[in-house]
């Protein structure tokens, strides 16, 4: 109970600051880049009638849309610091699943509490960032000179500093710019701002998003600020990913280039020890992944991932020698190093013990969802089964279990063309 109170007291204080009011909103799809009913047109600053576009204004347009969605990337990787705010109408409009509200002070406040530039931001959160993976859409009409919205695709994280535990709440989803050229025709400005989250607003089976109540987004956020208690121990170090997208019910992450230990194997506590004594003296990544194909007779493998790719490298650092010397034991026969590029994959979470009834129910759980969300899956996939494992074989607690199915960006995923690193 003193838990959920805290947790009441969080949300209240959040809700108190801004206008806790959304706007009705129908149904956006992705594939039509998220168009308004009817686009915004230009109109000259003393009347109503359309202005005739040529070829010259046009142009001028675009290069005025280019411009904003330029200053998009920058305020985004900046966390908005500074916000521009002359690219924003003054009557500029922000909703999001929780909150609402009016006026570009307001809104640069919102964003000032979020990354703690403001006392009361300072006072609950710390460590806020948002990853940009897209800008798109801002097409300029050859008929009318009308503006299509411009639409962006984000993960934004925030720790919450005073529960004990410290929470990392993470979002993924879209956001909706509503945008015009001012009267005097110098800037295209943003009117209107509408975010969705992936955990909630995809309503359609092709990617659509819509609006919920709001206590479903209230639901989701107090969701991720529960502790996290009875975890079984991780075997080693996890390999850090990119969080693309926090779905219902699975995630979608990319993985940055990297080495694996494989090896083939009947039981996997045998593979665990052959690829521990194959490591020994460096430390391994997690997960252990194993690859089950759905043919009894052929063979399942387990890897080990050994090294990956940071930002800031331009390769892959060197498999340490002595791993590679040891292969020419005939133990290790069997083992190999195998180079794995940077992949997009969708995950599924599972807690009890990785066994055959318990995965496959969790594989079919994961195609259900992402089919749901209008994620195609890969056919190649349906021949195998590929499950990560976390914690050490034996380990008592909470486990982590996952289930991994890859995602092709040739047949289509929203992250295909992303510009994250």
């Given at each position: 109970m003193r838990q959920f109170l805290l947790y009441i007291w969080l949300v209240s204080s959040l809700l108190f600051c801004q206008r806790a009011t959304i706007d009705?909103?129908?149904?956006?799809?992705?594939?039509?880049?998220c168009r308004a009913p009817s686009a915004t047109k230009l109109f000259k600053a003393s009347s109503s009638t359309v202005v005739e576009m040529d070829t010259s204004r046009i142009e001028k347009v675009r290069k005025s849309v280019d411009k904003l969605k330029k200053v998009l990337e920058?305020?985004?990787?900046?966390?908005?610091?500074?916000?521009?705010?002359?690219?924003?109408?003054?009557?500029?409009?922000?909703?999001?699943?929780?909150?609402s509200l009016t006026g570009v002070e307001k809104y640069k406040g919102n964003v000032d509490m979020l990354a703690s530039r403001t006392l009361f931001g300072k006072f609950l959160f710390a460590d806020a960032g948002i990853i940009l993976h897209s800008v798109e859409g801002g097409d300029v009409s050859l008929s009318d000179g009308s503006i299509s919205n411009?639409?962006?695709?984000?993960?934004l994280k925030v720790t919450v500093t005073k529960l004990p535990w410290t929470p990392t709440a993470r979002f993924t989803g879209i956001s909706v710019y509503e945008v015009s050229e001012d009267p005097e025709g110098v800037l295209v400005k943003v009117n209107k701002q509408i975010d969705f989250w992936d955990s909630i607003n995809i309503v359609g089976t092709q990617g659509e998003y819509g609006k919920v109540d709001k206590s479903i987004a209230i639901a989701d956020f107090l969701d991720q600020l529960k502790p996290q208690n009875g975890n079984a121990a991780a075997s080693f170090t996890e390999m850090p990913y990119e969080l693309l997208r926090r779905g219902k019910d699975y995630e979608i992450r990319r993985y940055p280039e990297h080495t694996t230990a494989v090896v083939p194997y009947t039981r996997r506590d045998e593979a665990f020890d052959l690829l521990g004594s194959l490591t020994k003296g460096i430390e391994p990544l997690s997960p252990a992944l194993m690859t089950v194909p759905n043919d009894d007779n052929a063979k399942k493998t387990m890897a080990w991932p050994l090294l990956y790719k940071s930002p800031s490298e331009s390769s892959i650092p060197q498999v340490p020698q002595k791993i590679l010397d040891k292969f020419q034991d005939p133990i290790w026969s069997d083992c190999e190093i195998e180079t794995v590029g940077s992949k997009v994959v969708a995950v599924g979470t599972f807690r009890d013990a990785s066994v055959a009834p318990i995965?496959?129910?969790?594989?079919?759980?994961?195609?259900?969802?992402?089919?749901?969300?209008g994620?195609?899956?890969?056919?190649?996939?349906?021949?195998?089964?590929?499950?990560?494992?976390?914690?050490?074989?034996f380990s008592l607690g909470k486990r982590r279990g996952e289930v991994w199915l890859e995602l092709n960006s040739i047949t289509g995923h929203p992250w295909a063309n992303s510009n994250s690193s």
């Open positions: 009705a909103f129908t149904y956006i799809n992705i594939s039509k880049q920058r305020e985004y990787i900046s966390f908005f610091d500074p916000m521009q705010c002359e690219y924003y109408s003054n009557d500029v409009t922000f909703v999001d699943p929780m909150t411009i639409t962006t695709r984000w993960t995965v496959r129910k969790a594989d079919r759980r994961l195609r259900e969802a992402i089919s749901r969300d994620i195609l899956i890969p056919s190649e996939s349906d021949s195998f089964v590929k499950f990560a494992q976390y914690d050490a074989i």
